[in-house]
């Protein structure tokens, strides 16, 4: 035969589809059943033209970022920065940005760092996680008081702040966080601290040793949502 015509093709409506669905059916193989065959006599294709009609398509209009992802098989993207060195400041209650100084690991340049500046390059929202690694080495000064935020454009954002206390014991005190933020095309965020005792309480890092791997003083991670 030379011509096989197919009618009445129908995919199914995907478009209220959960993203763990999406994430089951992505590396799977799907056969879609035809419901209305013409002139097709042989026991298997030996056409040389395929005329298909009413093909629907499912509606996917509505379909969220990370749907879109998960059928084109990538990973949502994201970033991780660290800064591998401790660092005080000078002033009892100065705000101190972090200044980052490696790329973990990045897949897309939906964030670009500058300093302490963290870009967006697209409108997008950042889902941020963070952690602070703290030392108190005593020796001067009182309180043992910390606050971290989070800045926007410059900003302080509301409800972003946390305070935890870094005693004088000889032991480092991690602290983690995070927040959604929306963000557009070349708006940043940083991320601050500060101490009521700026003379014993700093940031600190680790050196690898052994099996053990470096301990950053602070790290940043951020995938788009």
């Given at each position: 035969?030379?011509?096989?015509?197919?009618?009445?093709?129908?995919?199914?409506?995907?478009?209220?589809?959960?993203?763990?669905?999406?994430?089951?059916?992505?590396?799977?193989?799907?056969?879609?059943?035809?419901?209305?065959?013409?002139?097709?006599?042989?026991?298997?294709?030996?056409?040389?033209?395929?005329n298909v009609t009413?093909?629907?398509?499912?509606?996917?209009?509505?379909?969220?970022?990370?749907?879109?992802?998960?059928?084109?098989?990538?990973?949502?993207?994201?970033?991780?920065?660290?800064?591998?060195?401790?660092?005080?400041?000078?002033?009892?209650?100065?705000?101190?940005?972090?200044?980052?100084?490696?790329?973990?690991?990045?897949?897309?340049?939906?964030?670009?760092?500058?300093?302490?500046?963290?870009?967006?390059?697209?409108?997008?929202?950042f889902n941020l996680?963070?952690?602070?690694?703290?030392?108190?080495?005593?020796?001067?000064?009182?309180?043992?008081?910390?606050?971290?935020?989070?800045?926007?454009?410059?900003?302080?954002?509301?409800?972003?702040a946390a305070q935890?206390?870094?005693?004088?014991?000889?032991?480092?005190?991690?602290?983690?966080?995070?927040?959604?933020?929306?963000?557009?095309?070349?708006?940043?965020?940083?991320?601050?601290?500060?101490?009521?005792?700026?003379?014993?309480?700093?940031?600190?890092?680790?050196?690898?040793?052994?099996?053990?791997?470096?301990?950053?003083?602070?790290?940043?991670?951020?995938?788009?949502?």
């Amino acid at each position: 035969m030379s011509t096989l015509s197919v009618e009445t093709l129908y995919n199914p409506d995907l478009s209220n589809m959960s993203y763990q669905h999406w994430q089951a059916i992505q590396n799977i193989s799907v056969s879609v059943p035809i419901l209305s065959v013409t002139n097709f006599t042989a026991t298997t294709i030996d056409a040389t033209t395929i005329n298909v009609t009413n093909l629907n398509y499912p509606d996917l209009s509505n379909m969220s970022y990370q749907h879109w992802q998960a059928i084109q098989n990538v990973s949502i993207p994201h970033v991780a920065l660290y800064r591998s060195l401790s660092a005080n400041i000078s002033i009892d209650n100065a705000p101190s940005a972090v200044v980052f100084d490696v790329v973990g690991i990045s897949n897309d340049s939906f964030a670009t760092f500058s300093g302490s500046r963290i870009y967006a390059a697209r409108p997008t929202t950042f889902n941020l996680d963070y952690t602070f690694q703290f030392f108190n080495q005593g020796g001067g000064g009182s309180g043992d008081l910390v606050t971290i935020w989070i800045a926007k454009n410059g900003t302080s954002i509301p409800y972003s702040a946390a305070q935890i206390h870094v005693p004088t014991n000889g032991r480092d005190v991690s602290y983690s966080g995070g927040m959604y933020i929306p963000m557009l095309s070349g708006q940043y965020v940083e991320l601050f601290w500060t101490t009521e005792n700026a003379s014993a309480v700093y940031v600190h890092t680790e050196s690898a040793s052994g099996v053990i791997p470096a301990i950053p003083s602070v790290k940043c991670e951020i995938h788009q949502l």
